[in-house]
Structures are given as structure tokens and as C-alpha cells.
């Protein structure tokens, strides 16, 4: 039996293409994603583009749809793709024995603008920067260990091999794990300052991409502890977790990329998986120079020929790039993937840069094989997940 | 579970008093850090290198060797700042050196290129419990084999004064509130078996024990710490820091995170078990418990 860290009982998304995991997929069917102009009126930065969540309020950035009176508009997101991902699992009787890893950046930023702005008072009681994980404990009845990990732009994915080490760890036979980030001004605001961002919308991979593009969104996995004799055939399994350290610049990747392919040939070593065994692969491609240089780096070295390579399915494209969301959105549209077999056509970003042309497929097609999640971010900070379907 | 401590650090004002500091106005970089190279890092950023700084170098390869930043206060001392720039003198007024730093992430970079921890770098900020939560899962790291090293380095900085008088009804009051704190400490953790460093204050020949437990209870803080207490079966002494900690509870002591984290290094300098207990306003505790072990092997 190969290797396995954990089953995927379920997944949950709301995001710029949907606030269901099924509008989520009717939205990469599609590949019409319509960036919009954030409306903060203390935002004066020259680039101001971002992907609103689906039901986002658009006329005064404060809610989405179905938020709750106490509820910050990241706390509405991360519940709302959590419940989604509960419902088709079934809770251990023992609620302390479920854990909850909350991957994000920003935290409620949102609300904490607001408050420094003046369009609101107080917050709601009990109110923090980062309380979205308690505040989610509350609302999802966990009892377990509760942690919020802040790994910037691979928060989402530190969360999900956070959360398997605590099925490993014994603590727990459950942990939900997710990413999430809402709109934030001071993370616009500094992107803007650091000249990372398009004017036009988010290219990754493409030959004259200019910045990335901000999006909202929150991805959300139940984890479970895989049972004594396996998985299910059919069944979708997290198969690994690595991560490393460029301990180097700040901001900018190692050009050399050492750490971040440290990091995915350590995943697919532990689950026992051949780059041929690759079928899909959700880039961390932002459409920044040089990230997204190292990582097609990284795709010529493990398929030199391209054949047989995978299909790289870039989610910010379609999403924008969630922050701290995006680990764990990418973990989604894996794992959808992988249940059903296909990968959508990616969004079209004009001409690609060289060699990335037979990996950024423009029609949909068959998937056979193994998901990959590459998640990257300020700090140096690499983490390569694998998801596969148990025979 | 139980790994080792290694070795431990404390960036704090001299005296070393139970209390924590309320201000960083006894915090000088240049005397922690030296004349040059750390003016641009924002003070969580300069207090992490300064505990850091503290423990000694390790021989193990920074492939094995991971850096846990815990900090419930770090994001909002550095956001707060950006943000009352951006409002009061425009977006364009962020310098680029202050820029990335809307990252706390940032926080603990300079650290990882100073130890060279390439096994990775994670940061947590749960509130609250964020410095005992890092320990706990650094030393979760150590025990599962996924870093052969860890070191684990807590930080506060105090908390965002317009958020903080916005949400300061919802402050307890008593010995355990959440009063700021300005300080960081760290600790350095591994897998024991006398292959990595010696640390110079733990007795020769042997080492100290941690374990841990984790949990939130929603109905009663003072159940969330029965109830850590209960599954870690401590039965020795126990310290309860944090504002979520009944304030009449016998074992209560005066702060929070960074307190607890430090009382963690004390009682790996004394030798004396103890479990300390680090409760959440809103039912999230954690615990570790300090257990003076025998003769390595």
C-alpha cells in the first residue's frame, strides 16, 4: 500500500468563481473571471484590482453573502467553506479529538481597517486580528488543538500539513484544515509599493506578465485519519506534506530554486510517486517575474521532455492570488480534480513564457495519475503537497 | 509525546523579573544586536534575532533544522503602523524596506538566514496562546522526525492601541489579563540521543523532557484548563498564565504568552517539573509540561 497521511473526507470553497465547490468548478469551466476596482475610499494606491469573493457586497467591501451580525468578512468566508466541507463527513463523537489549523496572512484585516478608518466602532467582543481560528472552533464545535498559522502566501498549505501532522501526531482523528484571506488595504497598499502587481489582471505564466493580482477567498479540507486497513478504492488521500526554508532574501525566491525543489521531490518521495505518476499540478504561478521563472524552472527539470508531464492548472488565474487562501484553494481544485477525472481548460493569459507551453494546457482533458500543490511565499517559505486517488 | 530541550535564550530586561515588561523602552537594539544591519526590521523582527542570538550555534545542517516564530501581538504592531501611514500620509508614503513587513511572516526571516534553518519557517499567531502553541508544534515537528532540530522563539509586542480600546471590554481584568507584553525568549528543542548541542545551563548528562496538550472548550475558561490538564495527567505543579484564566484559580499567574513561554525556560534552568497552562480569552488552551528526565542515553 503506498504511503498516505491522511483521507480527504471532504472540501469547501467560496472564492471569486463561486461560493460552492460545484460553482467553483462550473467557474473553471467557464474561465471568465472578471476582476474589479476595490472601492476603500482610503485606498489611493495606483493599482487597485482585485477578485471580490462571489457575493461579495460591492458597494461598500464590507460583507458577503451570508454573513452573520459577528461575523468579519474573512470569519463569513472561512465558515462558510468549512461547513461546506464538513457536510459530507461525519464528526467523531469525540469532539477533542477534531483540530483546526486556519491558515492566513492577513487575518480580519478587513475589519481592523474599518475600525482604523472610522466606517465602524468597535468590533465585535472578543474581537482579534487573528481570532478567525477560535471564532471557527466556536462556530464548528471543535474541541481539539486550534492554531492559526500566518506563512503569508502558503498559509493555506502550511494549514494542511499542519493539520496531518496532528493525525499523525495522534492528537487527532479529525482536523479541518484551511486558507483564507478577505481585502486588505495595507497588504494592497505594500504591493503597490513593491511594483508586484498587473494592471490587467492575473497572468501567471505568461510571457509578459507584470505583478500578480489579489484575490479573496477561503479553501477548506476535512482531513481524517485514514483507517486500519486503507483508504477506500476511490477514495482521495493527502499522500504528503513538505516544507522548507530559502533562509535567504526576505521577499525575493532563491533564483536557484534549491529549497522549493527541496521541498516537492521530498513530497514526492514520501508518497512514493514518479514525477510520470504526476497527472496535475496547481502551480503557485502569482505572475510576478522571477517566482514564476524559478517554478517553470522546477517543471523543465523534473519533465525535461514534457512527456509524460502533467497539466499545470494555474487556480489564480481563474481566482486571482488568495494569499493565504491560495495553499488551500489549490488543494480544493486538486482534489476536484482528481474526484472527477478532468482538468478544465486554464483561463487564457495570452502567450506563455518558453517552455510552459505544454503544461498550460488550453483545452480540458482526462486526468490520470497524482495531484500536486506547490505553495510559495515571502520568508523563503516552500511547501509541496500531494494528493492522489486510492486504487 | 516527549522531546528534548536543548538549550534556551531570553531577550528581557535585566533582573529577569516574573513580570513581564509593559513598554519596549528597555530595549536597546544596538547593545542586543550590534551597530549595523537591523535598523530597517521592525521591533518583533529585532527581538526574535535578539533571543536568537542567545542560544548557541549547532552543528546540525539547516535542512534539519526548522524555526517556529510564535506571536499574538507581532501582525498588529507591524500593520498598525503601516496602515496609520497609509491613512495619514498616503500609500505611497510606505518606504520599500517597511513594505514587505504587511507580511508577518517577515518577522521571524531574518532569524531563519541567521540559523539557516531551511527545513523550514513557521509562523502562529493564534491569540492568545500563539508562543506556547509555536513550542508545541516545533516540538510536534521533533518528535514526528520532520526536523531533526527546532528552535522555537516567542515574541510580543504589545497590541494595536485603536483595536486594543476597541475591544477593551471584552479585556478580563484580574492577574492573568491580557496585559502587553514587550519581550521574546526562545528555546531550542531536539530529538535527544547526544548528537546535537549541548546547551550550557542544563545539568551535564541530562536533559529536560517536554510534553504537551491542546485544546479549546467553549463553555468555561476555567474548564478549558481542568480539562488540558486532565489529558496531559499532570499531576505535578501547575502555572495558569493568559486571559483566559480564572483569575481565582490557584495556580494563576501574572501575564500572558510571553510569560508562560519564559516560565517554560525557567523551569528548564531549575530543574523543576512543572506545567505550564496558557488559556485563550475565548476557551483555546495550551499547555507543556517541563519534565527534568534521567541520564541521556
Redesign the interface.
Known amino acids: 500500500m503506498k504511503p498516505a497521511l491522511a483521507r480527504v473526507a471532504g472540501v469547501g470553497a467560496v472564492c471569486h468563481a463561486g461560493a460552492t465547490t460545484q460553482e467553483l468548478w462550473a467557474g473553471m469551466v467557464a474561465a471568465a473571471p472578471r476582476p474589479a476596482e476595490v472601492l476603500d475610499p482610503?485606498?489611493?494606491?495606483p493599482v487597485r484590482l482585485i477578485y471580490l469573493a462571489a457575493g461579495a457586497d460591492t458597494e461598500t467591501d464590507r460583507s458577503v453573502e451570508g454573513t452573520r451580525p459577528a461575523e468579519g468578512r474573512a470569519h463569513a468566508l472561512a465558515r462558510a467553506a468549512c461547513e461546506q466541507a464538513l457536510a459530507g463527513s461525519t464528526t467523531p463523537s469525540d469532539r477533542?479529538r477534531v483540530g483546526?489549523v486556519v491558515g492566513s496572512?492577513?487575518?480580519n484585516?478587513t475589519e481592523?481597517?474599518r475600525?482604523?478608518?472610522g466606517l465602524t466602532?468597535?468590533?465585535p467582543?472578543?474581537?482579534?486580528?487573528?481570532?478567525l481560528?477560535?471564532?471557527l472552533?466556536?462556530d464548528l464545535?471543535?474541541?481539539?488543538?486550534?492554531?492559526?498559522?500566518?506563512?503569508?502566501c502558503a498559509?493555506g498549505a502550511?494549514a494542511v500539513g499542519?493539520g496531518a501532522?496532528?493525525i499523525?501526531?495522534?492528537?487527532c482523528d479529525q482536523v479541518v484544515v484551511l486558507g483564507v484571506e478577505s481585502y486588505?488595504?495595507?497588504?494592497l497598499?505594500?504591493f503597490?509599493?513593491?511594483g508586484a502587481l498587473d494592471t490587467q489582471r492575473c497572468r501567471p505564466f505568461a510571457q509578459d506578465r507584470d505583478g500578480t493580482v489579489f484575490g479573496e477567498g477561503a479553501g477548506a479540507l476535512v482531513l481524517e485519519r485514514l483507517p486500519e486497513d486503507g483508504p477506500a478504492a476511490g477514495d482521495v488521500v493527502l499522500a504528503s506534506a513538505r516544507?522548507?526554508?530559502?533562509?535567504?532574501h526576505?521577499?525575493a525566491p532563491d533564483r536557484e530554486g534549491v529549497?522549493a525543489a527541496?521541498a516537492l521531490h521530498g513530497a514526492l518521495a514520501d508518497a512514493q510517486l514518479d514525477p510520470a505518476q504526476v497527472g496535475l499540478v496547481v502551480p503557485h504561478g502569482t505572475g510576478t517575474q522571477l517566482n514564476d521563472v524559478v517554478e517553470a524552472d522546477l517543471f523543465a527539470q523534473l519533465w525535461p521532455d514534457h512527456g509524460p508531464g502533467p497539466a499545470a492548472y494555474s487556480a489564480k488565474a481563474l481566482l486571482g492570488h488568495t494569499g493565504g487562501g491560495a495553499g488551500a484553494l489549490a488543494a480544493v481544485v486538486a482534489v476536484e480534480c482528481l474526484r472527477r477525472g478532468e482538468v478544465p481548460a486554464n483561463c487564457d493569459v495570452g502567450d506563455l513564457m518558453p517552455g510552459m507551453g505544454p503544461f498550460m494546457r488550453r483545452g480540458r482533458h482526462d486526468l490520470r495519475g497524482a495531484a500536486l500543490v506547490n505553495a510559495y511565499?515571502?520568508?523563503?517559505?516552500n511547501a509541496t503537497l500531494t494528493f492522489r486517488v486510492a486504487s | 509525546m516527549t522531546v528534548a530541550v536543548l538549550a534556551h535564550s531570553r531577550c528581557l530586561p535585566e533582573g529577569d523579573a516574573p513580570r513581564m515588561p509593559d513598554t519596549a523602552a528597555w530595549f536597546d537594539p544596538a547593545q542586543w544586536l550590534g551597530r549595523r544591519g537591523h535598523r530597517h526590521l521592525p521591533l518583533p523582527a529585532q527581538l526574535a534575532l535578539a533571543a536568537s542570538r542567545g542560544l548557541a550555534p549547532t552543528q546540525v545542517a539547516g535542512e534539519e533544522h526548522g524555526l517556529w516564530l510564535g506571536s499574538a501581538s507581532a501582525a498588529q504592531h507591524c500593520l498598525h503602523a503601516l496602515d496609520t501611514r497609509i491613512l495619514h500620509d498616503g500609500a505611497g508614503s510606505i518606504g520599500p524596506m517597511s513594505a514587505p513587513y504587511f507580511s508577518v511572516n517577515l518577522v521571524p526571516s531574518r532569524t531563519a538566514q541567521e540559523l539557516g534553518t531551511t527545513a523550514g519557517a513557521m509562523t502562529v499567531t493564534t491569540p492568545d496562546t500563539a508562543a506556547l502553541d509555536a513550542l508545541v508544534s516545533a516540538a510536534r515537528a521533533v518528535a514526528l522526525g520532520r526536523v531533526r532540530l527546532a528552535t522555537a522563539v516567542a515574541v510580543e509586542t504589545g497590541h494595536d492601541p485603536v483595536l486594543s480600546t476597541a475591544t477593551a471590554s471584552s479585556a478580563p481584568a484580574g492577574p492573568c489579563s491580557g496585559a502587553p507584553e514587550f519581550g521574546a525568549a526562545a528555546l531550542r528543542l531536539g530529538r535527544g540521543g547526544g548528537r546535537e548541542d549541548s546547551p550550557d545551563d542544563v545539568r551535564p548528562g541530562h536533559r529536560i523532557g517536554l510534553q504537551w496538550a491542546s485544546g479549546f472548550v467553549h463553555a468555561d475558561p476555567g474548564e478549558a484548563v481542568a480539562r488540558i490538564l486532565r489529558r496531559l495527567r499532570s499531576t505535578g505543579p501547575v502555572a495558569v498564565y493568559g486571559p483566559g484564566a480564572p483569575s481565582e484559580h490557584p495556580s494563576a499567574r501574572p501575564g500572558a504568552g510571553l510569560a508562560a513561554f519564559v516560565a517554560v525556560t525557567r523551569a528548564v534552568t531549575s530543574h523543576d517539573p512543572l506545567t505550564v497552562v496558557l488559556a485563550g480569552r475565548r476557551g483555546g488552551a495550551t499547555a507543556v509540561t517541563v519534565v527534568p528526565a534521567g541520564p541521556q542515553r
Open positions: 482610503k485606498m489611493d494606491a477533542d483546526l496572512c492577513m487575518g484585516s481592523a481597517e475600525v482604523r478608518t466602532g468597535a468590533p467582543p472578543q474581537w482579534d486580528l487573528y481570532g481560528g477560535p471564532a472552533a466556536a464545535q471543535v474541541e481539539g488543538p486550534v492554531l492559526n498559522v500566518a506563512n503569508a498559509a502550511y499542519l501532522d496532528l499523525e501526531s495522534g492528537e486588505s488595504r495595507v497588504a497598499a505594500c503597490n509599493q513593491m516544507f522548507s526554508c530559502d533562509a535567504g526576505p521577499t529549497q527541496r511565499a515571502f520568508g523563503g517559505n
